[in-house]
């Protein structure tokens, strides 16, 4: 069964204290990993597209990389506004359905 | 600016009430899709819609119905049928370009509760 897997669910660091958020998945055939960003009240805000296994992707203090099997969002010295929920999906196989993780609550504190 | 407008923000439904979630967008997507959130338990699909005058059932489709009249709209009517109706509901839209996967884009959600 096709599925994606978020770990932790909530991570509280500090500011500064860079750390990994981790999504698995089982995808046979993966044409695309997404990341987004959600804020309470609001929908997800897209943050990066990965392809391919060994593809990295940067934005701010966010960078995002590939392997076969799982994906990681490294987040470099946070900052309190990086607080938000952080949501993985894989498009299923030879459909328009997209498959979601049930996300990473990240708290920064100052 | 692009993007999709969801209305309205809240909800609140009478037992046995149907009621219509808007969904717009301005992006010229053929793709829309209409997802429930509960804390807890991510994005579940509702449904979702390929091209106008085309859509199909997602993993809890039931209880709920949809239309695709213009490629720029497609509401969501949540009807007496769906007994736990009390959710975040999420709109999003893709390109459906052939050969290359396409983000999702969401609105800011309706907020569905029962009176």
């Known amino acids: 069964e096709d599925q994606v897997t978020q770990s932790p669910e909530a991570l509280r660091l500090q500011e500064g204290e860079s750390s990994s958020l981790n999504c698995s998945y089982t995808v046979s055939g993966l044409r695309g990993l997404f990341w987004y960003r959600q804020d309470p009240g609001k929908g997800p805000e897209f943050l990066f597209t990965?392809?391919?296994a060994g593809e990295e992707k940067e934005k701010e203090r966010l960078k995002a990389t590939l392997t076969k099997k799982e994906s990681f969002l490294h987040i470099t010295a946070p900052k309190p506004e990086d607080s938000a929920t952080y949501l993985c999906a894989v498009q299923a196989p030879g459909t328009y359905k997209y498959i979601f993780g049930t996300g990473t609550r990240l708290k920064v504190l100052a | 600016d692009g993007g999709i407008t969801q209305s309205p923000k809240y909800l609140f439904r009478k037992e046995g009430q149907n009621v219509t979630l808007s969904c717009e967008q301005n992006?010229?997507?053929?793709?829309m899709y209409w997802y429930r959130q509960d804390p807890g338990q991510g994005l579940r699909l509702i449904y979702y819609?390929?091209?106008?005058?085309?859509?199909q059932k997602g993993d809890i489709a039931e209880g709920y119905s949809v239309s695709r009249e213009k490629k720029e709209s497609f509401p969501l009517t949540v009807t007496s049928a769906q007994k736990n109706p009390t959710a975040f509901y999420l709109c999003?839209?893709?390109?459906?370009?052939?050969?290359?996967?396409?983000?999702?884009?969401f609105g800011d959600g309706t907020r569905l509760s029962i009176l």
């Open positions: 990965l392809y391919s």
């Open positions: 992006l010229n997507h053929d793709a």
């Open positions: 819609s390929q091209i106008v005058n085309d859509f």
């Open positions: 999003a839209s893709s390109a459906r370009e052939a050969g290359s996967n396409q983000p999702q884009h």
